[in-house]
């Protein structure tokens, strides 16, 4: 197992509301045809992490399982929440009918804000406004031995489940996919955090899904992303690796798709990837078993 500084990191609550439901609207397709789409936000009583990104009607940017906000600040992206939750992190219900059954945080969109699985029968027991308090831990994790691969809303939890070995030099990362830096979009070069905002995977091009298999990702899917070193914002570096988690699904419009959280992001020659089906944050969380 490799060694980290975990025993040394800061362990503390943060708190959101489950978001009510947003009503998009109107809007364009990237080819100019009118849509009209669900919201994001709120309890997804039918999508799930390990779901797959496509395939939900009338859905753009889906989130998986219940959508929650801080409000501690004026703007959702500067709350403690949006910047030291990470993927892992133990999540309680403090409000509610639901009240004091546990989940777990599984990723920040930006759009609508931060993502959390429970189980089915605590799912049915809450409800939009509830509070939600995540026990943050993972701000400031580092890998002995490779400190310069810096890792981003990680929990301790997701990386020891990884199985991820050491192997001349490099990490051997399992991921479900790996992906070339151009198909990236929305949120590319957005750089005041990198916890805060996810950016896209652009569904724009039809005969590019298509090419690269894009429909078959999955909620929660870890990918790598070549040419891309998303350690302090998200942009291209040639030679260097991200690896991400998906964390919502794919949309029609421009430059949009399923969003990616970047959780670790290494220099050219860090790191080596190794191809897994079930590299999936539903399995190595213990949500999903086969």
Not at 48 to 65: C, F, I, Q, R
Not at 190 to 196: A, G, L, R, W
Not at 250 to 255: L, M, N, P, V
Request: some cysteine.
């Amino acid at each position: 197992m490799l060694k980290t500084n975990k025993n040394h990191l800061i362990m503390s609550a943060v708190q959101g509301i489950i978001q009510p439901l947003s009503g998009m609207g109107w809007g364009v397709k990237w080819d100019g045809s009118p849509r009209i789409s669900l919201g994001t936000a709120s309890i997804n009583y039918s999508v799930s992490v390990g779901d797959l990104v496509y395939g939900h009607a009338n859905a753009d940017h889906v989130e998986p399982d219940v959508t929650i906000q801080g409000r501690d600040k004026p703007s959702a992206s500067d709350c403690a929440l949006a910047v030291l939750a990470c993927i892992g992190n133990e999540a309680k219900v403090i409000t509610g009918d639901a009240k004091g059954k546990k989940g777990i945080y599984i990723g920040r969109h930006a759009g609508a804000d931060d993502l959390v699985w429970f189980p089915p029968d605590v799912i049915e027991d809450l409800g939009v406004e509830d509070k939600i308090q995540i026990k943050t831990w993972g701000v400031g994790l580092k890998i002995h031995g490779f400190e310069d691969i810096k890792l981003n809303k990680m929990s301790p939890i997701l990386l020891e489940a990884m199985n991820i070995q050491e192997e001349d030099g490099k990490l051997v990362v399992p991921v479900a996919r790996e992906l070339p830096g151009y198909i990236l979009g929305a949120g590319i070069g957005y750089d005041p955090s990198i916890e805060s905002v996810d950016y896209d995977i652009q569904t724009t091009c039809p005969e590019t899904n298509n090419e690269l298999d894009l429909g078959t990702l999955r909620l929660g899917d870890v990918i790598a992303i070549n040419d891309h070193y998303d350690a302090w914002g998200r942009g291209r570096y040639e030679g260097a690796t991200t690896i991400g988690v998906i964390v919502h699904g794919w949309s029609d419009g421009g430059g949009h798709g399923p969003g990616v959280n970047p959780i670790m992001a290494a220099l050219p020659g860090k790191i080596k990837i190794k191809l897994d089906p079930k590299a999936n944050i539903a399995y190595y969380l213990g949500i999903k078993k086969d």
